[in-house]
């Protein structure tokens, strides 16, 4: 189990490349979760955590 109170979120964008001509027409972007002592956490035990927590995922309204 993982403690979500210690990780720091953060984002990284991968390009999207078309074929054809190697034009870049978008960024993708990527979660990345790091806790306190820099180690990083594989998105999708994140994420699989979240939907076990739904009351996590509701946004705030204000």
Request: proline share 5%; charged share 15%.
């Amino acid at each position: 189990m993982i403690s979500l109170d210690n990780l720091y979120l953060g984002a990284e964008y991968q390009p999207l490349i078309n074929t054809s001509d190697s034009s870049i027409y978008g960024y993708e972007a990527l979660s990345r979760f790091t806790d306190l002592d820099g180690r990083h956490t594989p998105p999708n035990i994140v994420f699989d955590h979240l939907h076990h927590q739904a009351s996590l995922l509701e946004f705030m309204q204000g």
